[in-house]
Nanobody
Framework: QVQLVESGGGLVQPGGSLRLSCTVS????????MGWYRQAPGKQRELVAT???????IYENSVKGRFTISRDNAKNTLYLQMNSLKPDDTAVYYC?????????WGQGTQVTVSS
């Protein structure tokens, strides 16, 4: 059973930064492409960043140049560095396999960008 535990969210002012982390257990993390998803109130969950097993990355246009996804295979951990945050980035952020997610999801971590 795959378990995903996200952390690192919080309240930040516009223009600020946060670093999210996600630890993964129960899967062969090193060979799995992983992604960060987010779900804003009243909206569908969307995939915003993907990193392949070899390290290639793909970003959704609205976060390109501001967010950086990375991974540490030795620690089974996925990261998302978020800079120049905007109010539109407010959402619950989740990690999961990408582009096709595992059946299970973690609890997510809330990111709120507000002055």
């Amino acid at each position: 059973q795959v378990q995903l535990v996200e952390s690192g969210g919080g309240l930040v002012q516009p223009g600020g930064s946060l670093r999210l982390s996600c630890t993964v257990s129960g899967s062969i993390f090193s060979i799995q492409a992983m992604g960060w998803y987010r779900q804003a109130p009243g909206k569908q969950r969307e995939l915003v960043a993907t990193i392949g097993s070899g390290g290639y990355t793909i970003y959704e246009n609205s976060v390109k140049g501001r967010f950086t996804i990375s991974r540490d295979n030795a620690k089974n951990t996925l990261y998302l560095q978020m800079n120049s945050l905007k109010p539109d980035d407010t959402a619950v952020y989740y990690c999961n396999a990408a582009p096709i997610s595992y059946g299970a999801w973690g609890q997510g971590t809330q990111v709120t960008v507000s002055s």
